[in-house]
């Protein structure tokens, strides 16, 4: 497809379960992002992949939360133990060139929207 | 801390004029961007400021103060599919994007 793909597109499950997204990025992008969007707060970053670099994993909340990026296209973002707290839509991005790149324009999914129970 | 101020709600009459703002305080500045994001749709991109000044681009203007801290989105003759939600987004020193919890506008025939 022409756009950044995620998938699913809703999620809804049970508290202390394991839960993955899939994001599908614009072919030949190198550059790869999650974010958490919360009704009313601002986009949160989680972690950022540029091609064969170490992944920027500062954002991550907290260690029940890890992602991989394999062949540099897809990634899956692994949310262990759901919590209530983790209900949240998960937007992926991808861009052209680095987060350093001049005018760096960052391309969305449309999200997947997760329930916890 | 970082900080992205605009305001969560504007409404609007159709065909008319209206000017959502964001200020920012972060650490380092490298670009200011503006996306919109139609409920449950994904974000896509409007406008792009780096150095101070207007940057137009059909019915949508970007507008950047540096010394400020402070940028606006213009948008001119409203039309119903502008109802969305606007965010903000600066670039700062590590080139790690901070955003604002964005302006729902709300268009009104």
């Known amino acids: 497809g022409a756009g950044v793909s995620q998938s699913p597109s809703n999620k809804v499950t049970e508290k202390g379960k394991d839960v993955e997204l899939r994001c599908d990025p614009i072919?030949?992008?190198?550059?790869l992002y999650w974010y958490r969007q919360s009704l009313g707060q601002g986009l949160e970053f989680l972690i950022y992949?540029?091609?064969?670099?170490?992944?920027?994993k500062s954002g991550l909340p907290s260690d029940r939360f890890s992602a991989e990026r394999t062949g540099g296209s897809v990634s899956t973002l692994t949310i262990q133990r759901t919590q209530q707290e983790d209900s949240a839509v998960y937007l992926c991005?991808?861009?052209?060139?680095?987060?350093?790149?001049?005018?760096?324009?960052?391309?969305f999914g449309a999200g997947t929207r997760l329930s916890v129970l | 801390g970082q900080n992205i101020d605009q305001p969560t709600e504007m409404t609007a009459t159709e065909g008319a004029i209206v000017q959502i703002n964001c200020t920012y305080q972060?650490?380092?500045?490298?670009?200011l961007f503006w996306y919109q994001q139609h409920a449950g749709e994904a974000p896509t991109f409007l406008s792009y400021n780096v150095l101070d000044g207007l940057e137009e681009k059909g019915r949508f203007s970007s507008f950047l103060s540096r010394s400020k801290g402070y940028s606006y989105l213009l948008l001119k003759e409203l039309q119903m599919k502008d109802s969305a939600s606007y965010l903000c987004a600066v670039r700062d020193s590590n080139y790690q994007l901070i955003w604002g919890a964005g302006t729902k506008l709300i268009i009104k025939p």
């Open positions: 992949f540029q091609g064969n670099s170490a992944p920027d």
């Open positions: 991005a991808s861009s052209l060139a680095g987060r350093e790149g001049p005018k760096n324009i960052q391309y």
């Open positions: 072919s030949g992008h190198t550059a």
């Open positions: 972060t650490s380092g500045f490298n670009g």
